[in-house]
């Protein structure tokens, strides 16, 4: 592996400006791509999805936990897997506290093909506190119908991804879904709230606190 060219102080203050320059141009433009996906249009889910879970069945709008909105890591793990993917695995491991979220009033729930009974021993072994849930019963192909399942010539093929959902009453709408690649640097409070419709602030609160601190 090369190492970086060896500069003086000034020389290095002149590449990092002009890097600089360039990084702005970047978060310009990405804070208008954000704003641009919440102004996207949505969906609404009118089919009955049941989950599975610690506490038995749950439709997806149970997911929501009584927030506004809900973020489901669609997480590949087969119900023939012995242990969830590794990449999924990663990803949930980087989530950090869910409260921060909580406290803008969205949810957040993982969920798998796999029979809750494979999940549950394999997130205790994670040591993970986070929702998840089996639709291996549910009524309707969640991961299909997301499309985090599309068919290939080899057949069906799974992806990692995330969607996001928006709760008006008893009302579900889907609002966004990205998958594979596009979850680089989603896994952080601000990145995945960027993914929402709602955006980071929802409950009109942007300060972070402590996440023991929170009142929600």
């Not at 549950?120 to 192909?141: E, Q």
């Not at 010539?153 to 928006?166: K, M, Q």
């Not at 998958?179 to 929402?196: R, S, Y």
């Amino acid at each position: 592996m090369s190492l970086p060219e060896i500069v003086s102080r000034e020389q290095w203050r002149a590449a990092r400006e002009e890097l600089l320059r360039k990084e702005e141009a970047v978060r310009r433009a990405r804070e208008a791509l954000v704003a641009q996906r919440r102004r996207l249009p949505m969906v609404e889910v009118d089919t009955e999805y049941v989950f599975e879970g610690g506490d038995g069945k749950a439709t997806l709008l149970d997911l929501f936990e009584g927030r506004s909105q809900l973020i489901v890591h669609h997480f590949m793990f087969a119900p023939e897997w012995r242990t969830g993917c590794p990449c999924c695995s990663a990803f949930l491991d980087q989530l950090g506290h869910l409260a921060h979220l909580r406290a803008r009033n969205t949810a957040f729930a993982s969920v798998s093909r796999a029979p809750f009974t494979r999940i549950l021993p394999f997130k205790a072994r994670m040591g993970w506190a986070v929702p998840w849930y089996s639709y291996a019963a549910s009524n309707g192909d969640f991961n299909r119908d997301f499309e985090a399942t599309v068919e290939s010539d080899r057949g069906p093929v799974e992806r990692a991804g995330i969607s996001c959902f928006l709760r008006d009453h008893d009302r579900v709408f889907h609002t966004y879904s990205v998958f594979d690649d596009g979850l680089d640097g989603a896994c952080t409070i601000a990145g995945l709230l960027d993914l929402t419709a709602l955006g980071r602030s929802p409950a009109g609160s942007d300060r972070l606190r402590l996440h023991d601190e929170y009142d929600y």
